[in-house]
């Protein structure tokens, strides 16, 4: 069965701090790892990693993944109160057709 | 363009009823995938729609299903609920099934079963 687990499960953080959020991971038929952040309900997309090595990076959050020993990270940099959030992992199993597992989450809090 | 909807947004059931939940994707969107998540499980995948076909199921009762119309929009359906169905039910829309870097999520339903 495919499984993801996602480190710290919270975290709180000064305004300006950086912060690593992590996600391992066990599939079978591994495509992608996707990271989301979910505010009140709806998930968003940030990134989707496919190779390793490559970092992904928008303003100031930043990822990358390690498919030899499956885990990937998300950095942010210069956090502020807007980071504030459940941050998700997920990654997509081919099989016969592609579906998501996802993590349980990382809550970050960040204060002033 | 109108992002994901999802009707309703809230509902109380009590435990033997049966409910349905509905989506409309983002117009030109074909593909629709529903997911539950509880505080305890996270967010599960329930199932994905591709053309008014099911492409795959999460390991989930057959109380639940689901289903997708030719305009793209989709149902899911519960049957003889039980407490443990209590959760937020979220529905996501691609373009395609090969498209989760543009999968965008709906509001969510909040099912309250008591």
């Known amino acids: 069965e495919d499984k993801v687990v996602q480190s710290p499960l919270s975290l709180v953080v000064h305004e300006g701090d950086t912060v690593t959020l992590n996600c391992s991971y066990e599939v079978t038929n591994f495509r992608s790892l996707l990271w989301y952040k979910q505010e009140k309900k709806a998930p968003t997309f940030l990134f989707m990693l496919t190779s390793s090595g490559i970092e992904k990076k928008s303003g100031r959050l930043s990822s990358i993944l390690d498919k030899k020993e499956l885990f990937s990270i998300l950095n942010i940099t210069a956090t502020q109160t807007g980071d504030s959030a459940v941050y998700l992992c997920?990654?997509?199993?081919?099989?016969?057709?592609?579906?998501?597992?996802f993590g349980t989450g990382t809550r970050l809090q960040v204060t002033l | 363009k109108a992002g994901v909807t999802q009707t309703p947004r809230y509902l109380i059931k009590t435990r033997g009823q049966q409910v349905t939940l509905s989506c409309s994707p983002i117009s030109g969107h074909r593909s629709v995938s529903w997911y539950q998540q509880t505080p305890g499980q996270g967010l599960q995948f329930l199932f994905e729609y591709f053309s008014e076909t099911q492409r795959n199921k999460g390991n989930f009762p057959g109380r639940f299903s689901g289903r997708q119309f030719s305009n793209s929009r989709s149902e899911m359906n519960v049957s003889t609920l039980e407490l443990g169905d209590s959760a937020l039910y979220l529905c996501a829309s691609s373009l395609a099934p090969d498209y989760l870097y543009e999968q965008y999520f709906g509001p969510g339903t909040r099912l309250t079963v008591t």
């Open positions: 997920a990654v997509e199993n081919t099989g016969t057709a592609s579906k998501l597992t």
